[in-house]
């Protein structure tokens, strides 16, 4: 793979995606040949929010909206499999170390709790954009790829902690029939829930180990309850993490391209080998 990430800073259309010093920093460190450091860059971004007004300790959230949007972009811009993303996540980790400012954003601390990224994310949780120009859907359907493959490794490397997420992709994934057989949108929906069991995976199934028999609260059972296809309880069990792992094979024999078939049948070998080393396979 080649070390140079192209990075854009507008879209296709020209509107700008990211804030141009967010970018220029971004771009430079992101090269896998880059010589600036992690901590270097965290520090940089850092200095980059206007200051409170009046002594206050709370900054507005319009700065915060336009960065981890801007993050999200550049995300959307590198495969999945490229190392830049595992950099672009290691970037996020350190901006959660940096020293307590004092200041907050809708309560939360900067940087610690990475203000508004939460609510960022669920801006892009409401499905990938349809076209009905081939070339353009293709684009889209890379991009909600790349996300999540982004989303899933800062989950597993502990920066932020959505817990339905993950069983939310899987569900719409596996546990329901609304992608066609050699569509792709049923190969983007694979490849999808796949980047979760690639990236987040091992965590999931360390939890179901510690606890296979999750007590949920009313609300937790109706945002995690199975999809048409699934009978089962809510949440990460025992029963649906088997059914995915079925369903992953199933579903890789429907899929439109060797990429997206070979990925899927990783994903179920990888279930496959931790149900027996972690689970026991029962």
Same mark, same amino acid.
Do not use: F, H, R, Y
């Given at each position: 793979m080649a070390n140079k990430i192209e990075l854009q800073r507008k879209d296709i259309k020209g509107d700008v995606l990211v804030d141009e010093a967010v970018f220029n920093i971004l771009n430079d460190y992101l090269q896998l040949d880059s010589s600036v450091s992690?901590?270097?860059?965290?520090?940089?971004?850092?200095?980059?929010?206007? &200051?409170? =007004?009046?002594?206050?300790?709370?900054?507005?959230?319009?700065f915060f909206f336009d960065l981890w949007r801007g993050i999200v972009s550049i995300a959307e811009q590198i495969p999945y499999e490229h190392a830049?993303?595992?950099k672009l996540v290691k970037l996020m980790r350190e901006l959660t170390l940096l020293s307590d400012t004092g200041l907050t954003v809708w309560e939360l601390r900067l940087w610690t709790d990475l203000p508004i990224l939460a609510a960022v994310f669920r801006e892009y949780l409401n499905g990938p954009a349809q076209s009905k120009i081939a070339e353009e859907q293709a684009r889209i359907d890379e991009a909600w790829i790349r996300f999540h493959a982004f989303s899933a490794r800062l989950m597993g490397a502990g920066v932020i902690h959505f817990a339905t997420q993950p069983i939310w992709m899987l569900r719409d994934a596996l &546990?329901? =029939?609304?992608n066609p057989?050699?569509?792709?949108?049923?190969?983007r929906g694979l490849i999808t829930a796949a980047m979760y069991i690639e990236f987040f995976g091992a965590v999931m199934v360390e939890r179901l180990a510690a606890d296979p028999n999750p007590k949920l609260s009313s609300e937790n059972r109706r945002l995690l309850k199975g999809g048409p296809l699934f009978h089962g309880e809510p949440g990460l069990r025992w029963d649906r993490w088997e059914f995915w792992t079925r369903r992953f094979r199933e579903e890789a024999e429907k899929t439109s391209t060797k990429e997206a078939r070979d990925i899927a049948l990783r994903a179920a070998r990888l279930m496959e080998v931790w149900s027996e080393t972690r689970l026991n396979a029962r």
């Open positions: 992690t901590a270097q860059v965290a520090a940089t971004i850092s200095k980059l929010p206007p &200051e409170p =007004e009046d002594d206050s300790k709370t900054l507005d959230d319009g830049a993303q595992d &546990e329901e =029939e609304n057989p050699k569509s792709s949108a049923l190969d």
